[in-house]
């Protein structure tokens, strides 16, 4: 990208499988900026709960704010990764039982204070690509970009699965993995409101490759924008 001044955000926010961290992830790595999934950190503080072996119907919210403190953000790559009690825990934290939970987890306010300041903390000295909930409007409201990504639920089904299972799904399991993301769509719908300013992109039908590529374009005009504007104030001033 050409030379800006001041540091980069892209918020990318939007619901449940839209293909918002693989999605925010490549753009990290094209725009060399760092990648900060913020999804991640809800996750490693329902893993760090379920660690300490409370029945789940017992959780309240000062003992998962506990067991987030034990969590942290750590450099890794182009990107930053959670790691519980100083272990990284990449597959502890997809796994079924962190997958089934972290909706409500995520629901807690003071867990969205805990892990909205580590996202905050990560981007305090690196340009950043930022995705999860809330990114747009009250984690970065001032973002240098933000992206809200949508697709049909049928579609965003099948993707999940894909993923999941490493083959292409029968109807009935779309159907019922479509069945769990809009009744997540209804749990989640305060937490991934459109930012007024964010740019809408409907990705049903496209790769994710041209999901990125109109991510990317999206943060050169920007850049071309403001440095043409820092030009003409340069000049103005010399003048």
């Not at 987030?68 to 990107?79: K, N």
Request: glycine share 6%; with cysteine; aromatic share 4%.
């Amino acid at each position: 990208m050409s030379e800006r001044r001041g540091l980069f955000v892209i918020a990318i926010d939007g619901p449940a499988a839209s293909g918002k961290s693989s999605t925010a992830q490549w753009v990290a790595q094209r725009l060399g900026f760092r990648h900060v999934d913020s999804g991640a950190l809800y996750r490693a503080a329902t893993a760090a709960q379920l660690r300490r072996g409370i029945p789940e119907d017992s959780w309240t919210e000062d003992q998962v704010c506990e067991a987030a403190r034990s969590t942290r953000l750590m450099p890794r790559g182009t990107s930053f990764t959670p790691v519980i009690e100083g272990s990284v825990v990449d597959d502890e934290l997809r796994g079924g039982e962190v997958t089934r939970l972290v909706s409500r987890v995520a629901r807690m306010p003071r867990v969205r204070e805990w892990v909205n300041a580590r996202v905050r903390e990560a981007a305090q000295h690196h340009d950043v690509v930022v995705d999860g909930r809330d990114m747009g409007t009250a984690v970065f409201p001032d973002a240098t970009l933000k992206v809200f990504l949508v697709a049909d639920p049928w579609e965003r089904a099948r993707r999940r699965l894909v993923q999941q299972l490493g083959r292409m799904p029968s109807d009935i399991e779309i159907a019922e993995e479509t069945d769990r993301l809009v009744q997540r769509d209804a749990r989640d719908a305060t937490q991934t409101a459109q930012a007024k300013d964010a740019v809408l992109i409907d990705t049903t039908y496209l790769t994710q490759e041209e999901q990125v590529e109109r991510i990317v374009a999206l943060a050169t005009a920007v850049t071309q924008r403001e440095n043409t504007t820092s030009d003409v104030d340069d000049g103005l001033e010399r003048g």
